[in-house]
C-alpha cells in the first residue's frame, strides 16, 4: 500500500517537474528556451529574432540575418511591437524599430510524428497592429494537433517606403514588410521541425491586410517553396478593377513628397531622423483620413513583380490551395472615413456624382431614409468594395484560371 501511494507521489513529482521545466530547442543561430507547458500541454516560445534589427544603416534595407545568440536565448517574452499608426487602434506594448521577431506555440515533441503548422499574419491596413495582439494567442489553436507561429513585420513609412536613392542602394524599395513576411517564412521553414513541425505542411493565413498580404506573396516569385496551402479572410489585393495596389513610379512620387515634407535631402538624412518623429509626419491627412492608407505595397519590381491580378492570369503566381471568406464587419475599420458623407443629403449627392444614372438602382441596394441608415449603408458599400469583391474574385481566378479548389 505504501509503495503504491510512494509510485503515485513520485509519478505526480515527475509530471509536474516536467510541467514545470521551461523547455529549450536548438535552432540555427543558437538554443532558444520558451515557457513551461500549460495544462493542456502547449508549449510557449516568445519573442525570436527571425532578423536583424533593422536600425541605423539598415533601417530601409532588407532583413538581414539575425545573428547567433551569445549563449541560451530567453525566449519567454514577446518582442517589441513595430512602429504603427496610434489612431485606430492603440499601439501595443513598448514599440521599437527593433521588432523583427517570431512567437510560437507547440504540444509537439521533438521525437514524435511532425505537426502541420500555421503561420499567421495580422492586419490593420499596413499602418499598425501586431503579432503580440492578445486576439492573436496561439495556445488554443495548437491544442488542435497544429503548430502556431505569428510574427512582426515593418509597418507605414518604415515598411514600405520608396525611393530611387533607396533603388541604388540595394534592392528595389517600397515592399521592405513583405521581405520581412518572406523572411519570417524562410525562418519557419528552417527552423519549425525542430520544434516538432513539418516544413513541407505550412498553412499561412491572415485577415485584412494580412489577407491582402498572403495575395500578394501569392503573387510573389520569392515565396515559392515557403508553404502550401492559404487561408484569406477580408482581403486579397486582385482588385484589379480599382487598381488597389501603387505603380512602382506612385510609390516613388510619394516617397519623395514624403522626404521633402519632413525636409530631408538625402536617405541619410531621413535615416538620422527619429522614428518617433517619422511615424507621426508619415500620418498624412489624419483629420479626414486614419492613415489606412498612408503608406502601403506597391509594385517593386521585386517582391511584386506586376499588378498581382496579371500575375495569376499569366500563370506566374503561386499555384497552391485557397480558402477565402470575410469578416462580418470588416468596413468598421473605414468609419472615419464616411462621417463627412453621413447624412441622407450628402449620401444622395455622393452616389449621384459616383454612379450618374445608376444612382437610384444603387439607392435601392444602399438606402439611406435616416443618417443612421445613410452611415450603415456607406459603410457597406465600403466592405463591398473594398473586400468582398476582392474576396469573390481571388475566388474567381483560383478556381478559373488556376484550376485550384477553392472552399
Keep these: 500500500m505504501r509503495a503504491s501511494i510512494l509510485c503515485a507521489i513520485l509519478s505526480f513529482i ?3 517537474l516536467a510541467t514545470l521545466a521551461k523547455p529549450t530547442v536548438a535552432i540555427t543561430n543558437g538554443t532558444v528556451q520558451g515557457l513551461p507547458a500549460n495544462k493542456a500541454g502547449i508549449k510557449t516560445f ?12 539598415l533601417r530601409w534595407q532588407s532583413p538581414q540575418p539575425a545573428t547567433a545568440f551569445r549563449g541560451t536565448y530567453n525566449a519567454t517574452a514577446f518582442g517589441a511591437s513595430c512602429y504603427s499608426a496610434d489612431l485606430v487602434v492603440p499601439q501595443i506594448g513598448p514599440v521599437s524599430e527593433d521588432c523583427l521577431t517570431v512567437n510560437l506555440w507547440t504540444a509537439a515533441k521533438s521525437a514524435g510524428p ?9 492586419g490593420g491596413g499596413f499602418q499598425f497592429g501586431s503579432s503580440n495582439s492578445p486576439l492573436y494567442n496561439g495556445s488554443k489553436l495548437a491544442e488542435h494537433d497544429v503548430i502556431v507561429v505569428t510574427f512582426n513585420y515593418r509597418l507605414g513609412v518604415f515598411g514600405f517606403l520608396g525611393l530611387a536613392e533607396l533603388d541604388r542602394q540595394g534592392t528595389p524599395s517600397g515592399d521592405y514588410g513583405l521581405q520581412d513576411q518572406l523572411a519570417a517564412l524562410r525562418w519557419v521553414k528552417e527552423n519549425i521541425a525542430a520544434f516538432g513541425g513539418d516544413p513541407e505542411n505550412v498553412t499561412v493565413f491572415g485577415q485584412s491586410a494580412g489577407a491582402h498580404s498572403i495575395g500578394l506573396l501569392l503573387a510573389s516569385p520569392l515565396s515559392a517553396g515557403l508553404f502550401n496551402k492559404t487561408i484569406l479572410e477580408s482581403g486579397a489585393y486582385w482588385d484589379s478593377e480599382h487598381g488597389s495596389i501603387r505603380t512602382f513610379n506612385e510609390a516613388r512620387a510619394q516617397g519623395a513628397a514624403f522626404q521633402m515634407q519632413v525636409g530631408a535631402a538625402s536617405v541619410a538624412e531621413l535615416r538620422a531622423i527619429s522614428a518617433e ?8 491627412n489624419a483629420s479626414t483620413d486614419p492613415g489606412l492608407t498612408a503608406f502601403a505595397p506597391s509594385i517593386d519590381n521585386y ?7 496579371e500575375m495569376f492570369d ?3 503566381a503561386q499555384n497552391v490551395p485557397l480558402l477565402a471568406g470575410f469578416t ?3 468596413e468598421d475599420a473605414f468609419l472615419l472615413r464616411v462621417v463627412p458623407h453621413s447624412t441622407p443629403a450628402q449620401y444622395n449627392e455622393s452616389a449621384g456624382t459616383v454612379f450618374g444614372s445608376n444612382a437610384t438602382a444603387f439607392l435601392s441596394r444602399y438606402p439611406r431614409s435616416t443618417e443612421v441608415q445613410a452611415n450603415q449603408s456607406a459603410l457597406a458599400l465600403l466592405g463591398d468594395l473594398v473586400i468582398r469583391e476582392q474576396t469573390f474574385e481571388a475566388i474567381d481566378r483560383q478556381y ?3 484550376g485550384q479548389d477553392v472552399v
Excluded at 517582391?303 to 491580378?309: L, S, T
Design 14 to 16: 515527475s509530471t509536474t
Design 46 to 57: 516568445l519573442g525570436i529574432p527571425f532578423a536583424a534589427p533593422p536600425v541605423g544603416s
Design 328 to 330: 462580418a464587419a470588416e
Design 400 to 402: 478559373n484560371v488556376n
Design 303 to 309: 517582391v511584386v513583380p506586376d499588378v498581382p491580378a
Design 277 to 284: 518623429t517619422l511615424n507621426s509626419a508619415a500620418l498624412w
Design 314 to 316: 499569366s500563370g506566374k
Design 114 to 122: 511532425r505537426r502541420p503548422v500555421m503561420v499567421w499574419i495580422f
